[in-house]
């Protein structure tokens, strides 16, 4: 295969469906040699195999990045890998959506240490390589709940605020090193992380609000990563905000 990406190496969390699958195969398509980082092995190696066929590298990683050491050691076993690391993107994430007055607390802890802490922890293991290469690209899945804050959002929305502050202060810090930072913010898409709420009201009220909108597809966000990823290496596309055209807010 030979593309925009050739001999770059790309790490993908939450790589075994939904927005990490796509973003996976995509950048495979575009020639990148791909790790695949998440929970379901054999999902995981489903994809694999996908890019396999086509001609493209992938290997699988099986972390569960609620762990932040985790997080960090699937970074370095990449490394070591394939050599080198050269894009990151940090998609791995649950939406649980509830009121704060019930909130289970115990389940914001694991989404802010998934969506938020992890993320921070796969960065900051990335960076060193980047650094000394003197180049690198992270790209942050942060979401619309990262601008706007909803009822019952309260809890998901800390968490991608948290993406959105983190990738500007981030960008801040390694511009001068040409590593690139990237945060891109969804609105809906049609995939299984609303299957995560527990409170069925709240689900119920979202899938009923998803199901009147034509709503945007996993390879919406995946051609977003690609996008940002293959711009000339003096070309950062620091955000970029991705709604359903029906979609408001």
Same mark, same amino acid.
């Given at each position: 295969? *030979?593309?925009?990406? *050739? ?12 927005? @990490?699958?796509?973003?996976?195969? +995509? ?9 695949? #980082?998440?929970?379901? &092995?054999?999902?995981?190696?489903? #994809? ?6 086509? @001609? ?22 990449? &490394?070591?890998? $394939?050599?080198? !690391?050269?894009?990151?993107?940090? %998609?791995?994430?649950?939406? /649980? ?10 389940? =914001?802890?694991?989404?802010? &240490? ?8 796969? *960065?900051?293991?990335? !960076? ?7 180049? @690198?690209?992270?790209? %942050? ?8 804050? %909803?009822?019952? @959002? ?6 991608? $605020?948290? #993406?959105?502050? $983190? ?14 930072? *990237?945060?891109?913010?969804?609105? !809906?898409?049609?995939?299984? !992380? ?14 009923? =609000? ?8 996993? &390879?919406?966000? +995946?051609?977003?990563?690609? /996008? ?9 596309? %620091? ?11």
């Amino acid at each position: 295969m *030979t593309g925009k990406l *050739t001999d770059r190496v790309a790490l993908v969390t939450g790589a075994s469906s939904g927005i @990490g699958e796509a973003t996976a195969l +995509a950048l495979a398509k575009a020639s990148a040699r791909v790790a695949l #980082v998440g929970r379901r &092995e054999e999902r995981l190696r489903s #994809v694999a195999e996908m890019i396999r066929t086509e @001609g493209g590298e992938a290997r699988v990683y099986v972390a569960d990045l609620v762990d932040e050491a985790a997080a960090s050691q699937v970074v370095r076993d990449c &490394e070591a890998d $394939f050599g080198r !690391l050269d894009i990151l993107v940090n %998609n791995a994430g649950v939406m /649980y959506l509830e009121p704060v007055l019930t909130a289970d607390l115990g389940r =914001w802890r694991q989404m802010i &240490e998934l969506n938020l802490l992890s993320l921070i922890a796969a *960065t900051q293991a990335a !960076l060193p390589g980047m650094k000394q290469r003197g180049e @690198g690209h992270i790209i %942050n899945i942060a979401s619309t709940a990262g601008r706007i804050a %909803n009822p019952n @959002g309260a809890g998901y929305s800390a968490t991608k $605020f948290g #993406v959105v502050a $983190f990738s500007e202060a981030l960008r801040k810090e390694v511009h001068a090193d040409r590593i690139r930072v *990237t945060v891109i913010e969804p609105g !809906l898409v049609a995939t299984e !992380l609303r299957e995560h709420i527990a409170d069925k009201a709240v689900q119920g009220a979202i899938n009923a =609000w998803a199901d009147s909108l034509r709503q945007l597809q996993s &390879e919406d966000i +995946a051609d977003a990563v690609v /996008y940002c990823a293959t711009r000339p290496a003096h070309v950062a596309i %620091n955000e970029m905000l991705i709604r359903p055209t029906d979609q408001e807010r």
